[in-house]
């Protein structure tokens, strides 16, 4: 079983950045994949940005440009770099994790969520 924490969510001002971390830990074999989702207040979750084991990309059309994700493999940890963050933005951030070598759109693992709320 793998576990999912992430961490660096908080307040922060319009225009303003954050980090989010998300550590995996436990029976890890290999991530493959890495992604975020976000779900606001009334919302269904969405998603936010997936990396894959090559470092290729994916971003939500309302994110690109803003924010970036990333991972460590050797440290089994994903990323996502948020800048120039909007009120929209406001959401729980979820990291989600998969360890297949043949990704079929669903991830193995979820964390717990972090709160990111941006002020006007």
Known sequence: QVHLVES???LVQTGGSLRLSCAASGSIREITVWGWYRQAPGNQREHVATIMSGGSTNYADSVKGRFTISRDTPNNTGYLQMNSLKPEDTAVYYCAAFEGSVWYGRYDYWGQG???TVSS
Do not use: A, E, R
């Open 114 to 116: 972090t709160q990111v």
């Open 8 to 10: 660096g969510g908080g």
